[in-house]
């Protein structure tokens, strides 16, 4: 595999492999890996072009489709063929979270679970698909990454909104009170399509909730999410 990941946790307990926004890293997992470490096998991955990760020239390395092809080596060299016992949960942030619910959808049966934390399904109106391609292409310096890697926070179809119905796993959606409105919004049109998922707010929540303001509680509900799933 070429991206890098930190490990830590019980080797041979259920995975759970966490996924990052855009601009960040693994290490903004770190508090939830050290507090889910007693119970779980738990990994976070740096996105290409993240962390310790390779960063290509080629702006054709940055798309949502090789973001996937890159997880599956992940988790084929981690925890071996997706069998009952190694079926991982994946837990992502924004564009991770994005990333999470496309896996799941494209490849029935690999993942055991999904934890998505302020996350949108993308769009289905191709004005509103352009008007975010074209705000992330401007906002671009603000990522603190090379600009051909913000290329995988573009949405060029509408993938998870039109097969939302094909997710038949278990999916968690936490939503902080204080993230913008959009990712409220998200949250809701989740509730009501998601067809096994459950939302729940984080009081006191902004966008990147599950660092040091509410690690502590957003590791306390994927822990009794992913205890439910294996009881």
Not at 3 to 13: E, T
Not at 23 to 51: K, N
Not at 215 to 224: N, S
Request: with cysteine; proline share 6%.
């Amino acid at each position: 595999m070429r991206l890098n990941v930190v490990r830590g946790g019980v080797r041979g307990a259920v995975p759970i492999v966490f996924l990052h926004g855009l601009g960040s890293s693994a290490a903004t997992w770190s508090q939830c890996l050290e507090l889910l470490a007693d119970t779980f096998d738990v990994a976070a991955v740096d996105l290409l072009g993240h962390g310790g990760s390779p960063v290509p020239d080629d702006p054709d390395e940055y798309t949502r489709d090789r973001a996937l092809a890159d997880l599956d080596d992940v988790l084929a060299d981690l925890f071996g063929p997706a069998d009952g016992s190694h079926r991982p949960v994946l837990v992502g942030h924004s564009l991770g979270g994005y990333l999470a619910l496309a896996h799941a959808i494209t490849r029935p049966g690999v993942d055991r679970g999904l934890v998505v934390l302020n996350t949108g399904p993308g769009f289905r109106d191709p004005d509103k698909r352009e008007a975010w391609n074209e705000r992330s292409r401007r906002n671009a310096h603000k990522f603190g990454v090379a600009p051909q890697v913000t290329d995988l926070n573009l949405h060029r179809d509408a993938l998870v909104m039109d097969r939302i119905a094909e997710l038949t796993v278990p999916v968690l959606v936490l939503v902080g009170d204080r993230d913008r409105p959009e990712y409220q919004a998200s949250g809701a049109w989740f509730e009501r399509r998601l067809p096994d998922g459950r939302v729940r707010l984080v009081e006191g929540g902004e966008h990147s909730m599950h660092e040091a303001t509410h690690a502590d509680v957003v590791a306390a509900m994927i822990r009794e999410f992913v205890l439910g799933l294996t009881s």
